[in-house]
């Protein structure tokens, strides 16, 4: 017993000092990916910052190269973009914008959900070739199907008609939201449908009272992904509208003119645009990250 309690005695400051050799060799690896994440978040952070100081310049200041940290602050650029100057008010393509992509994503969520219902818990037949189809509508480049739409929009008397943008962004959004929202709804289960099926209700108080609560995270964050790419669509708003139904997108080519690139009004002026999408991404920031991390684990 004495020669076991002496071995064990001599081995235990050995074990101690690599134990403690791990512990600071992990402490040490963690302060640098936490210092290699620091710097790739500022990096990611530094455009959208050197915008906003852009946004604060006078345009001389602005178009210097290279360009002055140190130069004096203004709000010129922000009262230009808001119609200060006797241009053009940047509210009718702000509203149209907000109009498109809110009434866009309402119909998304309302076809998407029991397509999503469909292919995840009461599974149609060949289900996979139904998703195949879904993304197989995203590898047409958007360019190619610029010509058609243009021309039935043409036809109909479409033209600078903001409901066209919502049926436009509607179907274009439509194939990403059923994909996020059959991963969400996988997850939902199924014992409390059937005892909702039990109780009586039908199909739509299922959706309306127990898929849609239980999936709320994975709704508020195909939501929110369907409502950015909406409010950001350039081309096809650049092409269909012109006086009445153009987007807030559209407004801001409106700053790169013949006389040249009017910077900080445009950065001013991006700085406004961006501000809803931040603002609703805050919002919804703790339902964004719940419907994204949905499924992650089972």
């Known amino acids: 017993m004495s020669a076991s309690t002496a071995t064990t005695a001599s081995a235990s400051p050995s074990a101690s000092a690599s134990v403690n050799a791990l512990t600071r060799r992990a402490r040490r690896r963690s302060a640098a990916l936490g210092v290699a994440a620091w710097v790739v978040g500022i990096g990611f952070c530094l455009p959208a910052l050197w915008m906003v100081l ?5 345009e001389a200041d602005a178009a210097t190269n290279p360009p002055s940290l140190a130069a004096a602050l203004t709000l010129d650029g922000y009262r230009t973009f808001f119609g200060g100057g006797g ?7 702000l509203v149209n914008s907000l109009a498109a992509s809110f009434f866009s994503t309402v119909l998304v969520l309302l076809l998407a959900l029991p397509a999503a219902y469909a292919l995840s818990i009461r599974r149609v037949r060949k289900w996979t070739d139904v998703m195949f189809f879904f993304l197989s509508t995203k590898m047409l480049p958007v360019v190619a199907g610029l010509l058609p739409v243009y021309l039935f929009a043409k036809n109909t008397g479409l033209l600078d008609n903001i409901w066209l943008l919502v049926l436009l962004y509607t179907s274009m959004n439509l194939p990403i939201a059923v994909w996020m929202m059959q991963s969400f709804l996988a997850d ?53 509208t012109g006086v009445v ?15 040249g690139l009017f910077l900080a009004q445009l950065c001013a002026a991006s700085v406004v645009v961006s501000l809803p999408v931040l603002v609703a991404g805050y919002a919804a920031q703790d339902k964004l990250v719940q419907g994204l991390s949905l499924g992650a684990v089972k």
């Open 245 to 259: 139904a153009g987007t807030a997108p559209v407004h801001l080519t409106t700053f790169v003119t013949s006389q």
């Open 54 to 58: 852009t946004s604060f310049h006078a």
């Open 87 to 93: 241009g053009p008010t940047p509210w009718p393509p």
């Open 188 to 240: 939902v289960p199924v014992s409390i449908i059937e005892a909702a099926q039990v109780d009586g209700a039908r199909l739509p108080t299922v959706l309306r009272r127990v898929v849609a609560p239980v999936a709320g995270p994975g709704i508020a964050a195909t939501a929110l992904i369907c409502f950015i790419f909406s409010w950001n669509e350039l081309l096809f708003a650049r092409v269909l």
